[in-house]
């Protein structure tokens, strides 16, 4: 078994529940006015609907939220996803919104971006993904399916007013789509993973039709054979109790994450019969899954209130993410589309991602683990960032789509930079190690909005090669300029065939 089998393993994070405890005991400008009113109840909600509380990262009722539609300015109505309008039945699901990237919805487009834009010819392409689907490293079939992207994508944008794959025009489409599916190709191993490996050793489906896997402490397992010496439950070798007890911050209890104790545990399923001695049900693991890596109690239960309105959904069956393709894409678009960099502040992928900043979407998801590349990271995760830069090329050629590694300057606000990943994308087309990004610019297709007429191929310019190897913002010269306004001023439609 490759080293690649099994998912890397996410480290803890500092809970938001801590996060608000030292911001209390430490005055902070976070707690007062930050850039006035910012929330979605902003200017008054809707007949039928209410200013609602989402106290999924912090403590906040509805009653904390009152006054934000009048302009209140101070918390909770200086964070935007804190406070928001929803229906005011008690009964209706509440759904959390995504934070804005203060792009307007391409109406045309997301109706069916499968249709549109993301045809399965072009997934086949971004994604290595078969029209037959996936096998995962388990022999199971794969829930990483062409048809379960677009059931994922949309569900998600049926309960959101921030659409995935559904922002601004097509081009910026295409660039988050080329983004997305390159990191979630490395999250999953080309999606060959559904589960950690770690976690997950070897998994059984018992006779009542339930999934059971084999967790492992790291020092019992061999990541190359995929293999675990002694059951991370079992009382001799093992060095457990019969208790399994990863992923659980007791902190976050609902309506912050999923019940759970992570002083007792979840006790190991009664099949200990060799060789199935130290199997836990997966329904109560909450171990990495999805592709973009969704794990602990509190993401679980994110993930359950942004795809179906109900926190709990998810937590009663973590493992849908790994069997179900909605699910599986799906808590990926939530972990894109809703993860700030700082908990309730700061930039999420998806807002990178529509600004065609592909370092900026690194940075949120994967932080300092692969940012600075190479200076923190693990040989895990040094190696998985190159895999991101070989693979943004490959899904940004087949949906005609170009992306910055570092798409920022100093007039950008809220731009996110990957140190080292510029130099990771030079240098790895000079050393081979990411064939399609060299003539990557060469499948770009530009859009144009105005009305179509006939239309016609136009080839890109002598200097093309200079302006793939580095940032466009760097390498842009005179004539370069020139084609490009001259390209998007004309009513054509441009494509690759």
């Given at each position: 078994m490759d080293v690649k089998s099994s998912l890397p393993i996410p480290l803890p994070r500092l809970t938001s529940s801590a996060l608000l405890l030292l911001l209390l005991q430490f005055p902070s400008p976070l707690l007062a006015q930050t850039g006035g009113n910012l929330s979605n109840c902003k200017g008054g909600c809707g007949s039928g609907e209410s200013c609602l509380g989402n106290p999924f990262t912090q403590p906040v009722t509805d009653d904390d939220c009152d006054?934000?539609?009048?302009?209140?300015?101070?918390?909770?109505?200086?964070?935007?996803?804190?406070?928001?309008?929803?229906?005011?039945?008690?009964g209706a699901p509440r759904v959390p919104p995504a934070p804005k990237s203060n792009l307007a919805p391409n109406d045309a487009i997301v109706v069916d971006v499968c249709s549109s834009v993301l045809t399965e010819d072009a997934f086949v392409a971004a994604t290595g993904?078969?029209?037959?689907?996936?096998?995962?490293?388990?022999?199971?079939?794969?829930?990483?399916?062409?048809?379960g992207l677009c059931d994922a994508i949309s569900a998600y944008n049926l309960l959101h007013d921030e659409k995935f794959a559904g922002m601004g025009d097509e081009t910026t489409i295409r660039a988050e789509l080329a983004a997305f599916l390159a990191n979630a190709a490395v999250d999953t191993r080309d999606f060959t993973v559904s589960r950690e490996g770690m976690h997950c050793v070897d998994p059984i489906v018992g006779g009542d039709g339930e999934v059971y896997c084999k967790p492992c402490r790291e020092e019992n397992y061999d990541r190359t054979a995929g293999t675990c010496s002694a059951a991370y439950v079992n009382d001799d070798a093992g060095g457990g109790d019969g208790r399994y007890r990863e992923y659980c911050d007791s902190?976050?209890?609902?309506?912050?994450?999923?019940?759970?104790?992570?002083?007792?545990?979840?006790?190991?399923?009664?099949?200990?019969?060799?060789?199935?001695?130290?199997?836990?049900?997966?329904?109560?693991?909450?171990?990495?899954?999805?592709?973009?890596?969704?794990?602990?109690?509190?993401?679980?239960?994110?993930?359950?209130?942004?795809?179906?309105?109900?926190?709990?959904?998810?937590?009663?069956?973590?493992?849908?993410?790994s069997t179900d393709p909605r699910y599986a894409w799906g808590v990926g678009i939530y972990k894109w589309m809703?993860?700030?960099?700082?908990?309730?502040?700061?930039?999420?992928?998806?807002?990178?991602?529509?600004?065609?900043?592909?370092?900026?979407?690194?940075?949120?998801?994967?932080?300092?683990?692969?940012?600075?590349?190479?200076?923190?990271?693990?040989?895990?995760?040094?190696?998985?960032v190159r895999e991101r830069v070989a693979r943004v090329c490959t899904a940004g050629a087949?949906?005609?789509?170009?992306?910055?590694?570092?798409?920022?300057?100093?007039?950008?606000?809220?731009?996110?930079?990957?140190?080292?990943?510029?130099?990771?994308?030079?240098?790895?087309?000079?050393?081979?190690?990411?064939?399609?990004?060299?003539?990557?610019?060469?499948?770009?297709?530009?859009?144009?909005?105005?009305?179509?007429?006939?239309?016609?191929?136009?080839?890109?310019?002598?200097?093309?090669?200079?302006?793939?190897?580095?940032?466009?913002?760097?390498?842009?010269?005179?004539?370069?300029?020139?084609?490009?306004?001259?390209?998007?001023?004309?009513?054509?439609?441009?494509?690759?065939?």
């Open positions: 006054g934000c539609a009048g302009g209140k300015y101070y918390w909770p109505c200086n964070f935007e996803t804190l406070c928001y309008c929803g229906p005011s039945d008690a993904i078969g029209k037959g689907g996936t096998t995962t490293t388990n022999g199971d079939d794969g829930p990483y399916t062409y048809r902190t976050r209890q609902p309506p912050q994450g999923c019940a759970c104790d992570a002083e007792d545990g979840v006790a190991q399923a009664d099949v200990n019969v060799v060789p199935y001695a130290g199997y836990v049900a997966a329904s109560g693991m909450y171990f990495a899954r999805g592709a973009i890596l969704n794990s602990w109690n509190y993401d679980y239960y994110g993930a359950g209130q942004a795809l179906v309105g109900d926190g709990a959904y998810l937590c009663e069956d973590p493992d849908l993410a809703e993860k700030m960099e700082f908990g309730t502040t700061g930039p999420t992928a998806h807002e990178q991602a529509v600004r065609g900043n592909f370092g900026g979407t690194v940075m949120v998801l994967y932080g300092e683990l692969e940012c600075p590349s190479g200076e923190w990271t693990s040989a895990d995760h040094a190696i998985m087949a949906l005609g789509a170009y992306l910055e590694m570092d798409a920022c300057d100093d007039s950008a606000d809220e731009c996110l930079t990957c140190d080292g990943l510029k130099d990771i994308f030079v240098g790895c087309q000079s050393d081979g190690t990411c064939p399609d990004c060299p003539t990557w610019a060469d499948h770009v297709i530009f859009v144009s909005d105005a009305p179509s007429v006939t239309p016609v191929r136009i080839q890109p310019p002598e200097d093309w090669g200079n302006w793939n190897q580095g940032s466009r913002s760097d390498a842009r010269s005179a004539d370069a300029s020139s084609w490009l306004a001259l390209s998007l001023a004309l009513p054509l439609a441009i494509w690759h065939s």
